[in-house]
């Protein structure tokens, strides 16, 4: 029997839940509240950058908004709670709902993931709210995430930043706000989510929850969430940055790849994702300029990898001498 191949999808992590599948969300309650109470007062700002680290709660936020503004009926404990078996909850989660447009990287013809943003779809943006509500509420856009537009892309945006139709909400999931352009900045509301508890991240995860990655999530439930779906197994992952930073880096991300669930492009984006974490964990103690510029060559390597079908143990080798120049080079 032929076994299909799965379409990748660009704005999930491998194996784990959708965000606009998840109905569950644990910390930022005062950032929920102000969404709702903005939505509920009618003092809703056209559109909020949703920023912070990866792993946060950002696109599953944004998503919670999105059902409520579209007409999902409320059931829960906190403000933007719905019914998954809502039939606009449903709509929402298999993204058929007429006034949803979710911006996010596209496939090329390849079917590959392309490494940005491009400025064709950023202008499908315009379309959508060109066009009046298909059921006369809200139309609710998002964007996930601003870091993946590429400048042109993020231009087109611009246009509807300056110009915001009426009964319209923008929302813009940012890892990175600082690298956004300003005058996206500037015409946003700002909402900052912070990491939270880590008995926070302990029941985002369930009751089997893995202390070595609460630990190494920092406070990202999504971030936990996502390693935990990818079956890594951290035991003394809390030694790995201390390792890396004495040259040890080939038998550190070697492990890892090794015992990472998946297909072989979402293993090692898996372990480079946590080689940036580890190299900008070893700037900040260690101070230098060459673990800032291996972090930067890591978060490079990882679109080219993906973009460009590098073999992943070629990648991984080249991930190993960007970690240990720079370890080299603080000794």
């Known amino acids: 029997m032929k076994v299909e191949k799965a379409i990748p999808i660009t704005d999930k992590e491998p194996n784990a839940p959708h965000p606009r599948e998840t109905y569950s969300f644990v910390g930022h309650d005062l950032e929920e509240a102000a ?57 929402v989660a298999a993204l058929s709902h007429p006034d ?16 940005e943003i491009t400025v064709d779809d950023a202008r499908e943006l315009g379309v959508f709210f060109s066009l009046a509500p298909s059921e006369g509420g809200m139309r609710v856009a998002i964007i996930d995430c601003v870091d993946d537009l590429n400048r042109n892309a993020a231009n087109a945006i611009l246009k509807t ?3 915001p139709p009426a009964r319209s909400v923008l929302l813009l999931v940012c890892h990175a706000p600082g690298a956004a352009l300003a ?14 508890a880590d008995d926070r991240v302990r029941v985002a995860m369930g009751a089997d929850a893995d202390e070595a990655l609460v630990v190494l999530a920092k406070g990202r439930p999504g971030r936990a969430i996502a390693l935990k779906a990818q079956g890594v197994d951290l035991a003394g992952a809390e030694n790995a940055p201390a ?28 372990v480079l994702e946590l080689a940036s974490d ?10 230098g300029e060459h673990w800032a ?26 991930a190993v001498g960007m970690l240990d120049r720079a370890a080299a080079a603080r000794r």
């Open 35 to 91: 969404l709702a109470e903005a939505f509920a007062g009618g003092r809703m700002h056209h559109a909020w950058l949703l920023a912070g680290p990866k792993g946060l709660g950002k696109a599953t936020l944004a998503y919670r908004f999105a059902r409520a503004a579209l007409g999902a009926k409320h059931a829960g404990a906190r403000p933007l709670d719905c019914d998954p078996d809502d039939v606009t909850a449903r709509r």
């Open 100 to 115: 949803l447009f979710v911006l996010r990287r596209s496939l090329n013809d390849r079917g590959k993931p392309r490494r």
């Open 161 to 163: 930043l300056e110009e």
């Open 183 to 196: 005058t996206i900045r500037s015409r946003c509301r700002r909402l900052a989510l912070r990491p939270v």
């Open 243 to 270: 390792k890396i930073a004495l040259g040890g880096a080939a038998s550190v991300l070697s492990a890892l790849y090794e015992k990472m669930s998946g297909e072989p492009f979402e293993r090692l984006a898996g």
């Open 278 to 287: 580890w190299a900008r964990e070893a700037g900040a103690g260690q101070g």
């Open 293 to 318: 510029e291996a972090w930067s060559a890591l978060e490079t390597l990882r679109w080219e990898a993906e973009g460009l079908d590098m073999d992943p143990r070629h990648a991984l080798a080249r």
